[in-house]
């Protein structure tokens, strides 16, 4: 069974920054993509950046110059570095894997990020 767990939630002031890692139970080459969403209350889940096994990233509007995903694959781990927090940026953020074939999604636990002075 595949396990996803995330960590580097926190509260953080307007403007900081935190870093959230998913580490994954097996080899994370074998995800087709990875990626993080969030949730705020009474929202629905939404996306905020990609990785494919490849690199190639993709990001929400809110989410474009402010964050970046990456993933090690020697770890067994993908991050989102969060920079120039916003208030609206608190979310819960949940770590996401895809297999294409057969089709397979993977949700970690989620990690309560609050951004508030």
């Known amino acids: 069974q595949v396990r996803l767990v995330e960590s580097g939630g926190g509260l953080v002031q307007p403007g900081g920054s935190l870093r959230l890692s998913c580490a994954a139970s097996?080899?994370?080459?074998?995800?087709?993509?990875m990626g993080w969403y969030r949730q705020a209350p009474g929202n629905e889940r939404e996306l905020v950046a990609t990785i494919t096994r490849g690199g190639s990233t993709n990001y929400a509007d809110s989410a474009k110059g402010r964050f970046a995903i990456s993933r090690d694959n020697a770890k067994n781990t993908v991050y989102l570095q969060m920079n120039s927090l916003k208030p609206e940026d608190t979310a819960v953020y949940y770590c996401?894997?895809?297999?294409?074939?057969?089709?397979?999604?993977?949700w970690g636990q989620g990690t309560q990020v609050t951004v508030s002075s």
């Open positions: 996401n894997a895809v297999v294409m074939f057969p089709f397979s999604n993977y």
């Open positions: 097996t080899n994370i080459f074998s995800f087709n993509d």
